[in-house]
């Protein structure tokens, strides 16, 4: 059996009571109980009672959901997102840059979000929309972030473009794309050997300016 | 990185008795710091314990201040008009950590934690008196430029690399443990993290069967007037070669109370107390900052490639309070 990982942080209002280490948790798992309580009764009651702590170990199979489609990998509870997308998925256009969150190469959004997927597990995001740089195209058309970078020449070798699309979208819809400084600050998680900045930072204002 | 199984808690004593379980097991909240660190081999662990469900969530104004769930990210915390308003230089603080993909990753408690950059740390090739007690130091006359001035010990030079940890020690914040048997303390953050000592390897307060469940932060005049600068090799996205944490309460030109914290010279987040009463009662002056600042290096240890941090912290401090008394 596999958590549902669904509604985490972002969904949670903020509004709990204080030190409610006890109160929502008891509800939450409460709930889960009495939901276990009518499954068929040959469930022992240890084992509903250890239904919450299922452990994931070896390989085992996990369901993501990318670009608004879900996709089975059996794969092991230490195998990193980006890795699942590269690897698992053949959704290759994720970059591995540094692997350890300093180079923004493997951005990809999780519910909307712009994070490093080198530094999060494929287990911890199962139930969560993850987009890539394959989901943003309609078709054939472009996304204006992809036809930015290509009429502002957003790239050279174009090894950190993936990311650098999937943060400049982010940092537009976050509204931090209203001045060419705001942008410089809010596009420093991405880097270009290339340096190829000064056109990245026109082709996200462009589209901020269109938005 | 070594494999592990992973097994997500619905409530903080399950957690906490899979911890008691498995002595070696993480807990795992955005991961940032600890995937890092894993896959480095700097750390391994048999299990991850995902706190992600855990309740320990909200940004909430409470009778005497400021409460921030445990499981908040710093992107939240950073953009939330409460924090932004009334406590600026936490705000300030988090915006200027990391990268906004690791913002939206990062939970607070999570980096309240956040282990060292020293390079000696990060290489298992080296000894390290954290990473492997009684190995020794190479720090202490090798590459020792981003390393602390203050704090430090013949067994460990490393910095505390935060921000946050910085304006929070400022501003008195009280961080919430809870142990496995459901009982909370409060902790002031000036005793959360401990001096290295002869035991660099021991960093927090924190026990094994703990977890944290927020920080809190009193209301204050000093906090409404509160500002963050961190000096950095680049412009952006780079830990801070010295950063400083200031908030004052000033009528009439004269200082009433004065908060102070420097970050990247410490071996923990460092508060000025003695500098701080040295601004109390006087005139808002640059003079009067320029001796401040320089009572919050006294002591100071600087190694071989780490002597410019002494003047770097005493400009960095006057700047802070500078540009606070022109906001």
Redesign the interface.
């Known amino acids: 059996m596999n958590?549902d990982?669904k509604g985490?942080?972002a969904g949670?209002p903020?509004?709990?009571a204080?030190?409610?280490?006890?109160r929502?948790?008891?509800i939450?798992?409460a709930g889960?109980i009495l939901g276990l309580a009518l499954a068929p009764p040959l469930i022992s009651q240890a084992e509903r009672l250890t239904a919450?702590?299922?452990?994931?170990?070896?390989v085992s199979t996990m369901t993501l959901k990318v670009n608004g489609t879900a996709r089975t990998i059996q794969a092991?509870?230490?195998v990193?997102l980006l890795d699942a997308l590269r690897e698992y998925l053949d959704l290759t256009g994720t970059k591995k840059g540094c692997?350890?969150?300093q180079c923004?190469a493997c951005?990809v959004l999780v519910e909307g979000?712009?994070?490093?997927s080198?530094?999060?597990?494929a287990?911890?995001n199962q139930g969560k929309e993850i987009t890539t740089i394959e989901g943003l195209a309609k078709g054939e058309e472009l996304h204006p972030m992809q036809q930015a970078f290509l009429k502002h020449d957003g790239l050279q070798c174009g090894y950190c473009t993936p990311g650098q699309i999937l943060?400049g979208v982010?940092?537009v819809q976050?509204g931090?794309a209203t001045t060419d400084d705001q942008v410089?600050?809010?596009m420093?998680?991405?880097l270009c050997r290339c340096g190829a900045y000064p056109n990245i930072v026109a082709a996200v204002r462009e589209v901020a300016g269109k938005a | 990185m070594n494999n592990f199984s992973y097994t997500p808690a619905a409530t903080a004593k399950e957690a906490l008795g899979l911890r008691k379980d498995t002595k070696e097991a993480a807990f795992i909240a955005g991961g940032t710091t600890l995937l890092d660190l894993m896959k480095a081999n700097v750390e391994a662990h048999p299990q991850l314990i995902d706190i992600n469900q855990l309740p320990f969530k909200g940004i909430q104004e409470t009778a005497d201040g400021l409460r921030i769930g445990a499981l908040e990210r710093m992107s939240d915390v950073g953009e939330n008009a409460l924090v932004m308003q009334q406590y600026p230089v936490i705000a300030e603080a988090l915006l200027l950590s990391a990268s906004p993909q690791l913002r939206n990753m990062a939970s607070i408690g999570g980096n309240l934690l956040q282990r060292t950059r020293c390079g000696y740390f990060r290489d298992p090739a080296f000894p390290c008196n954290k990473r492997n007690p009684g190995s020794g130091c190479p720090a202490q006359v090798g590459d020792n430029r981003n390393l602390a001035i203050l704090g430090t010990s013949e067994a460990c030079i490393a910095t505390n690399p935060g921000d946050l940890a910085v304006a929070l020690v400022a501003l008195d914040a009280v961080v919430v443990l809870e142990n496995a048997k459901g009982k909370q303390r409060r902790v002031p953050l000036l005793d959360f993290h401990l001096l290295p000592g002869t035991t660099p390897q021991r960093e927090t307060i924190l026990e094994p069967d703990e977890l944290i469940v927020a920080v809190t932060v009193p209301a204050a005049a000093h906090a409404r007037k509160s500002h963050y600068v961190k000096v950095r090799d680049r412009a952006s996205y780079a830990f801070a070669l010295v950063s400083a944490a200031v908030g004052l309460e000033v009528q009439g030109g004269q200082i009433r109370s004065a908060r102070l914290a420097l970050g990247g010279v410490g071996t923990k987040p460092w508060r000025a107390l003695e500098a701080e009463k040295m601004l109390v009662g006087r005139a808002a002056t640059e003079e009067t900052f320029r001796t401040a600042a320089a009572a919050a290096v006294r002591g100071a240890q600087p190694r071989e490639h780490n002597r410019f941090k002494v003047e770097m912290a005493q400009k960095t401090l006057v700047q802070a309070l500078q540009e606070l008394m022109a906001s």
Do not use: Y
């Open positions: 958590l990982t985490d942080a949670t903020h509004n709990s204080p030190e409610d280490g006890t929502r948790s008891f939450k798992q889960g919450f702590s299922k452990t994931v170990e070896g092991e509870p230490r990193s692997d350890h969150g923004g951005t979000r712009r994070i490093n080198c530094l999060t597990l287990v911890m943060s982010a940092c976050e931090h410089r600050e809010w420093s998680g991405n």
